[in-house]
Structures are given as C-alpha cells and as structure tokens.
C-alpha cells in the first residue's frame, strides 16, 4: 500500500458508503484511479467487507481494549478461545507475545467479568485495561425504529449498496430509505466502516504507546499527531479512565520508516514516552451487536 491507499481506508473506515466523487475529491484522483485502488484493496484481501452496524451511543454500550503480554507462545489456539466471547470483536498479535483485544460491551457491570475472562483464556496475568472514549454522547443517540434496523441489517455486510436496490429489498421508497439512512447518520445512530486487514500487505503495522505529560491536552496531542505525521498515524485511541495513554496504529512502508518515525516522536515535546509494539496477524469477529441487528432487522414481506 501508499499513502493513497491508506488515506482511502480511513475515510472509508470512517464513512464506507462514501461515493467514488467524494473519494476521488479528497484525494485528488479520478474516479476510475479511485475506483481501481479500492477493487485492488479487496481483491488482495485487505478490505474483507464494507459493513453497517448500530453504533454504541444508540446502545449506550462501551469499547473496551486489554493487553499485555501472554504468558505462553501465542498461537491461533488463543484467538480461537478469545472469540468464543460474543463481546469480542478483534485480537491482534504483535511481538513479545504480547497480545491485544478489544471488546464491545453491554455496560460498564461487564467489565470485571470480561478483563477475568481475557487473563485466563490469553493467559495475559496483569493486563492494561482502557474504556475507549465515545465519539457520540450516548444522551445524544436517538431511538431505532424496526425499519432502522433492518436497514442497518440490509447493509450490515453490504454497506456500500446502492440506495435504489436498499428500498427495493425493503419495499419502500428510495426517499424514505435514503430520509432513514441520512437521519442515522447524522445523529451517530449507524457505524459505517469495513474490515480491514493490513497483514494481507507486506506493509508494517505498528501499536504505539504514547505516554504523555501531565500538563499535555490529550485533543491537542491527537491533533498534532494526527496533522503533523500525516496518513502515518492510522488510528488513535484515548481512553476516559487512561488519561495520559493513547493507543496510535501506525502505518510505515518499510522498518526504515518505522525508525523514523520513532526518532521524531522522541522530539514532541508532549510525549514523555512510547513503547512501540509490531503486529503480525489480527482478527475480527462478529459480536453480540451483530446478532442484535440480525434479529431486529429480519425483514418480512
């Protein structure tokens, strides 16, 4: 991948019903060359699905991330036991058998259970725990109706599908269907994003993580590195009970890359400390949100 496909992946990541012009305007190619990346993402495996699910402001439900190392080899044994949790919604390996999971929960009285099950089924003895922070506030999120959800479910594994064929697998009007889908979007309802594989490049995927200063703005930092270090910094996660921590996936072609990156985020004045971990596989399941959408969403004529 370059710094195209990267760029293309976030927005897509962020919005994956996001039309080719839209695309094409952002990044400052045709249609046809914006077209011919994402259909090469997919046919080599790095974009898996394009996918639609109620968002967690409309559930009021809570991500979580855990990890710390394991105190065994890691081994496709452990994904298979971490996924038998319908919270589970990604495991990733990096080096150092160090081992990271992320989860969807219900509410905040899932926790403890949840972190219990992850030391004993990744054998992970004393693991960081961070509440990821809400891009929506859940007093915000609106109320589902049956048709919303079975939108949502329409588009769950499909969520670039056209408007036209989306109400006439519904049986209603192109304006109701495109009135619903436009309302849950704006108000944070449904999340549009993708499953994305990075490991099926030969690119370098990094988890960086960022200590910073007690006097640092945790928004100013995210910002900053988010401006300064450009498609690079893929993604960043705060957390609400990890005030000083972020968690930045970073995206290098090269280790050479990776190392310099390394030497100019020792020279932020707002980073006290990093550790940085290399990935090598991940794996993304399907959760309990899912089957919430499969039930409420069955579509009856």
């Not at 030391?119 to 004393?126: H, I, Q, T």
């Not at 640092?216 to 005030?243: C, E, M, R, W």
């Amino acid at each position: 991948m370059d710094k195209t496909d990267i760029i293309l992946s976030q927005l897509l990541m962020m919005n994956s019903r996001f039309s080719y012009r839209d695309l094409s305007d952002r990044v400052g190619l045709s249609v046809n060359a914006v077209h011919k990346r994402v259909r090469d993402l997919k046919d080599l495996g790095i974009i898996r699905a394009f996918t639609a699910n109620v968002s967690l402001a409309a559930l009021k439900a809570i991500g979580v991330f855990i990890f710390g190392s394991s105190g065994v080899d890691v081994t496709r044994e452990v994904h298979d036991r971490l996924r038998n949790n319908d919270s589970t919604f990604w495991v990733a390996f990096a080096g150092g058998s160090y081992v990271y999971v992320g989860a969807y929960l219900q509410d905040v009285s899932q926790l403890e259970p949840y972190v219990a099950f992850v030391k004993k089924e990744a054998y992970v003895g004393d693991p960081v725990v961070g509440i990821a922070n809400s891009p929506f506030t859940f007093s915000k999120a609106g109320r589902l109706s049956t048709l919303d959800y079975q939108i949502i479910n329409a588009l769950r594994r499909d969520s670039r599908k056209p408007i036209l064929d989306l109400a006439e697998q519904l049986g209603v009007s192109v304006k109701t269907a495109r009135r619903r889908l436009t309302r849950m979007i704006q108000e944070g309802l449904i999340e549009l994003s993708l499953e994305w594989y990075p490991d099926a490049s030969n690119d370098v995927m990094t988890i960086f993580h960022v200590q910073l200063r007690s006097s640092a703005d945790k928004a100013d930092v995210q910002a900053l590195l988010t401006h300064k270090y450009g498609p690079s910094f893929f993604n960043i996660v705060s957390f609400s009970n990890l005030p000083n921590l972020l968690l930045c996936w970073v995206w290098t072609n090269t280790m050479k890359e990776l190392r310099d990156v390394m030497e100019r985020l020792q020279k932020e004045e707002a980073v006290e400390s990093f550790v940085p971990n290399v990935l090598y596989t991940g794996y993304i399941f399907e959760t309990w949100r899912d089957r919430l959408v499969m039930e409420k969403g069955v579509f009856r004529k």
